[in-house]
């Protein structure tokens, strides 16, 4: 069975919902849901470490969306006073 790259069944996976245990108050736990996402096949999807998402809950269905990068805006340039002018004042 050979799988192509690009294709989009082989970026589908089939994944376990796990249970998570979380703590709480008075050393209570609550069992949470857990979905797991790791792997080569991320990266082939073009997320990357470090990367930020978005999920989106539509019924029984989750979307992952990579937000863009956003570039950070250049530090306006000062004006640096000359020390002639300091000496001279």
């Not at 990266?43 to 999920?55: K, M, N, P, R, S």
């Amino acid at each position: 069975m050979t799988h192509e790259k690009n294709s989009s069944s082989s970026l589908e996976r089939q994944l376990t919902v796990y249970s998570k245990y979380v703590p709480r108050a008075w050393y209570r736990y609550v069992v949470m849901p857990e979905i797991r996402l790791c792997g080569k096949w991320l990266l082939d999807a073009g997320f990357e470490c470090g990367d930020e998402v978005t999920v989106r809950c539509f019924g029984n269905k989750l979307e992952i969306t990579l937000n863009p990068v956003l570039e950070p805006e250049p530090a306006p340039v000062r004006k640096r006073r000359s020390r002639r002018s300091e000496v001279l004042s």
